[in-house]
């Protein structure tokens, strides 16, 4: 593990004011403390840094990247709910530029639930040195059979209250995120508990109308799950979901850039009208990610990997994804044409935003974790730090 002061020297830095040509990040004790350029150091200092330096060779320094919808990779799962395949799945993410994630889970039993929000309260207590957990994110069960894509049917139901102030009196602040299908009964009072506590509250797996989602921003919904999957399309006459979430600025859109759960061109549409700051990228990467093709398994439902795209091998619906953030990032910016410091936005900042950790993490700024990810021009990673560690 290296040490946690050092600085990276010779470095296009993405910050949230544009890139830094050339430019200097300072690390001290896990912390950024200088971001400049060297001639605006003094010799004292420029001999004193000069001693800790990691040239980044004219490469790329990004924020570490913020999934809000992971469920695994490197063969393990969240649902495992076990410490073991928490440091799988955090180290293979880590690899790939992920510093922060939200555990989700898959629409299970309650006391498979239960299980999870157990054994992420501890992995987080004793301490974690891959990619942080900074939350759960439920994702169902509380969801629509008519859109379960890879979620188990046997346990859907409307949304219980009752859960959420159990989990949230035994472990505060624990649950960042919880999707559910808006025209559940009972769905409207869960979005208003989640809200008041904090608790993001997303569109998921959904039947809903137009009408029934724009009601449910009206109580407090905010975020909606990988969108234009599992949800109700877009028609000129009849708007869906999908319309709902295209034009409402107060619901933050989650994407899965793969190219395989959404075809480029509504990732570019979707792009140039979420106002800004109101997109996020994620991964939905399942156990599959980073292994080979063959058999997986994804909330008790058997899944089949060929050629790195995973399908339930019971009636072949997309299940998850395989997908990183690094490689999300680059497909966003071919799919969409963006610039990269704009795309590091929804990658980092923006969901870092979305589930209030922005205040340490999420950007390039003095005085926040120096969570970077350094790459080449080809934006291929070198080295990854994670408070100023790195376990590459």
Known sequence: MANSTFTLTNANVVTPNGVLYDGVVRVEDGLISFIGKWSELAQPEQDAWGKEAVDAKGGWV??????????????????????????????????????????????????????????????????????????VHLEGPFVNPKYKGAQNDIYMIDPQIDWFEDWHARFPGLMKQVSLAPERNNATEAIRWLRAHDVNAAAAHTAATYDQVTAAANAGLNQAVHTFNAMTPIHHRDPGVAGAVLTDDRITAEIISDGIHVHPACIKMLSRTKASGKLVMITDAMSAAGMPDGQYDLGGLAVTMKEGVC????????????????????????????????????ASLNPAKQIGIDGYTGSIEVGKQADLVWTDADLDIERVWVKGSTHM
């Open 311 to 346: 399908r339930l091998t019971d009636g072949g619906s997309l299940a998850g994804s395989t997908l990183t953030m690094i490689q999300a990032v680059k497909n966003m910016i071919q799919f969409t044409g963006l610039p990269l410091h704009e795309v590091s936005r929804l």
């Open 62 to 135: 990004l924020p570490g990247f913020v999934d809000l919808h992971i469920h695994g990779g490197f063969g393990a799962d969240f649902m495992d709910a076990n410490a073991e395949s928490y440091d799988k799945i955090t180290k293979f993410h880590m690899e790939h530029g992920t510093t922060a994630m939200l555990a989700t889970s898959m629409t299970q039993s309650h006391e498979a639930l239960d299980r999870v929000m157990v054994a992420v309260d501890a992995y987080i207590k004793q301490g974690m040195k891959y990619t942080q957990l900074a939350g």
